[in-house]
């Protein structure tokens, strides 16, 4: 019995050791050239980077893929300053 309690601590001790290090590149590393605005200003590379977002998005990374999806909600949305214009005639209920 005072073996395998032995054998246990051992074995708890082992499974506590240092975690294995990722052998993916950190995305941090990578300076970022597309902004917000400079994919806003060209459409043919926010879909581009979108599909490859879509597809891989580890490699690209999370900050790119982050900044691809808030050009395209501002595309799509716009700047979000459209005033309410109620119709001319009330709606007959």
């Keep these: 019995m005072k073996r395998l309690s032995i054998l246990l601590v051992v074995a708890?001790?082992?499974?506590?050791?240092?975690?294995?290090?990722?052998?993916?590149?950190?995305?941090?590393?990578?300076?970022?050239?597309?902004?917000?605005?400079?994919?806003l200003a060209d459409p043919e590379?926010?879909?581009?980077?979108?599909?490859?977002?879509?597809?891989?998005?580890?490699?690209?990374g999370d900050k790119l893929c982050n900044i691809v999806a808030e050009a395209t909600n501002k595309a799509f949305l716009g700047d979000g300053k459209v005033p309410y214009t109620p119709p001319k005639e009330k709606?007959?209920?």
Aim: net charge neutral.
């Design 12 to 39: 708890l001790l082992s499974a506590c050791g240092e975690k294995p290090t990722s052998i993916e590149k950190p995305s941090a590393d990578v300076p970022l050239t597309d902004t917000v605005e400079s994919l």
């Design 45 to 60: 590379r926010r879909k581009e980077l979108r599909e490859q977002c879509r597809l891989n998005r580890a490699e690209l």
């Design 91 to 93: 709606p007959a209920f």
